[in-house]
């Protein structure tokens, strides 16, 4: 089983539509949370940190249920422009800190 | 703020061939890494660094692959001899201490090509 695991997609939605992806840990010791956004051939950019209260920017809100272990990202009003692949960051302390990237959710939104 | 800079943007070798890989971390940042990114494989952490000392290398794949971090601005990455399985993009990224507060910052990546 995979640390960190997302549903590969792709999600096909069309413009203005709300989606969603999840993200799942296995590593209870897992501390922080992120959303990366990943454009085809180009680096993985910071999306927004996930907090435990939840927290929000602008269209994109993030979850995050320790209990469950896992992680939601939800981008409402989407854009042509969201298109890219989502990707879900662990980072857990054991002796040490792991950071752990999902493989990432594919998003295309058509207008 | 420059951002983490690697070099070069491409490389395109033959088997067998040397190939180094460079990295400049952003300025303050005391963590480096280095991730290599596949279709079949995703991103894979390969190493890492805190203040130029290396922390876990369980991600090296085999003896072929070695880094370095001589000073705080500097990173190298070495595959000797290259092999067509290497091709992918390698990136690097930095980060002050990984928490909420300092993510990693990944620069632009080399696409390396073994032929």
């Known amino acids: 089983r995979k640390e960190v695991e997302q549903d590969p997609g792709p999600f096909n939605v069309p413009e203005g539509a709300t989606v969603a992806f999840n993200c799942t840990y296995s590593?209870?010791?897992?501390?922080?949370f992120f959303w990366y956004r990943q454009d085809c051939r180009k680096e993985p950019k910071l999306l927004m940190s996930?907090?435990?209260s939840g927290n929000e920017d602008g269209r994109f809100t993030a979850q995050l249920n320790r209990a469950s272990q896992y992680i939601s990202l939800l981008i409402r009003d989407s854009k042509l422009s969201d298109s890219a692949t989502y990707l879900c960051v662990v980072i857990a302390y054991t002796g040490g800190f792991k950071t752990i990237f999902g493989a990432g959710t594919r998003l295309f939104v058509k207008a | 703020d420059a951002g983490v800079i690697q070099s070069p943007r491409h490389e395109v070798t033959e088997m067998g061939q040397e190939v180094t890989l460079r990295c400049k971390p952003i300025s303050g940042h005391d963590y480096l890494f280095w991730y290599r990114q596949t279709m079949m494989r995703g991103l894979e952490l390969l190493i890492y660094f805190n203040n130029n000392v290396p922390i876990d290398d369980s991600g090296m794949p085999e003896d072929r692959f070695s880094a370095k971090m001589p000073n705080a601005s500097f990173s190298t990455l070495k595959i000797q001899p290259s092999e067509p399985r290497d091709s992918a993009v390698y990136f690097c990224?930095?980060?002050?201490?990984?928490?909420?507060?300092?993510?990693?910052?990944f620069g632009n990546g080399t696409r390396l090509t073994v032929t």
């Open positions: 996930v907090y435990s």
């Open positions: 990224a930095s980060s002050l201490a990984p928490g909420l507060n300092s993510p990693l910052h």
């Open positions: 590593n209870s010791a897992s501390q922080s």
